[in-house]
């Protein structure tokens, strides 16, 4: 299929999935954040083993409303990747994306079956953190391809786009987006160990210390804070990098700037979060900003193109 045969209905259906893995996302963080995560009991997928459920407080409502909206938007990421794989059967670039879309969004949600049947103490919050990770490559995968989409359309994805981009790039690009998924599940085990006060309104430091015990909410608070520290700072280096050697390539520059005004807004955000006492909203728009940041960063992945293929001469 050619550029010019890129069907739009595909498109529109790309958006719409688009922002219902978003909503997905931000409910999956008001059930963490709400503590509503045993509200439909130890039953799964239905609501303490009914359909309906007799009574509906309010925690109940929030992770029902939580599962229905996951199935949703399982079924229209079933739909883009059937479609996807149907009409671009020789793009590896689509398969990959919207595959990758479905096996994370699947692995996702048969983990969160997990958490809500099996109990349990750390293993438990790990688990939790890894849901959410696998939530974000997900909607990141759903992301790219409806931006592939609409670049196949513009006819402007090419393998031209990766002239001139030495592996060292590359390498750079994907390392800080690896690294940034790392990042991300420290800050969701703050989220699931509740430790998004655990140094009280302090900071930078916690109280009267900078190294508290890892095995403390402190420690968790503290080491979620030296990495987005880290995060902030490599992505400086790598915005400047960009700005001094790859001028030429406006997707890249753009890229990288929004990088760094997004990860800047998350530091604030996290700060506001602390001071603000951990409030939902606070932390739905720190989730917001680290979600679109992780697309940025993955975006800038899918154009430098993989670590270990030769750019073109």
Same mark, same amino acid.
């Given at each position: ?257 929004? %990088?760094? /005004?997004?990860? $800047?807004?998350?530091? =604030?955000?996290?700060? +506001?979060?602390?001071? @603000?006492?951990? !409030? *939902?909203?606070? %932390?739905? /728009?720190?989730? $917001?900003?680290?979600? =679109?940041?992780?697309? +940025?960063?993955?975006? @800038?992945?899918? !154009? *430098? ?9």
């Amino acid at each position: 299929m050619t550029a010019n045969q890129s069907p739009r209905w595909l498109r529109y259906l790309a958006i719409i999935t688009v922002i219902g893995t978003y909503t997905m996302l931000i409910m999956g963080a008001i059930v963490s954040k709400t503590e509503s995560g045993r509200g439909c009991g130890s039953s799964w997928p239905f609501c303490h083993g009914q359909l309906i459920p007799e009574t509906l407080p309010l925690e109940t409502v929030i992770e029902y409303s939580h599962r229905i909206v996951s199935g949703g938007v399982g079924f229209l990421i079933l739909l883009l990747t059937i479609f996807s794989w149907m009409l671009y059967k020789q793009n590896q670039k689509v398969k990959l994306l919207a595959g990758m879309s479905l096996f994370f969004v699947v692995l996702q949600g048969g983990l969160g079956a997990l958490t809500v049947v099996f109990r349990g103490g750390l293993e438990q919050k790990a688990a939790l953190a890894l849901h959410f990770g696998f939530s974000l490559i997900s909607f990141a995968s759903v992301v790219l391809l409806t931006i592939y989409l609409f670049q196949l359309a513009k006819n402007k994805a090419f393998d031209r786009d990766l002239v001139h981009i030495p592996s060292g790039l590359k390498v750079a690009t994907w390392g800080l987006t690896f690294y940034t998924y790392l990042v991300v599940y420290t800050g969701a085990l703050v989220r699931h160990a509740e430790a998004t006060m655990g140094c009280g309104y302090s900071f930078p430091a916690c109280g009267v210390t900078y190294f508290p015990n890892l095995s403390s909410i402190a420690g968790i608070q503290m080491l979620h804070r030296y990495a987005a520290i880290s995060l902030w700072l490599v992505t400086l280096w790598f915005l400047l990098v960009v700005i001094r050697k790859y001028m030429h390539r406006s997707d890249l520059v753009k890229g990288s700037i929004w %990088a760094f /005004v997004l990860i $800047t807004l998350q530091a =604030i955000s996290g700060i +506001i979060t602390i001071q @603000l006492d951990g !409030q *939902v909203m606070a %932390a739905l /728009v720190h989730t $917001t900003i680290i979600s =679109i940041y992780f697309c +940025i960063l993955s975006y @800038l992945c899918m !154009q *430098v193109g993989l670590p270990w293929r030769r750019s073109s001469k």
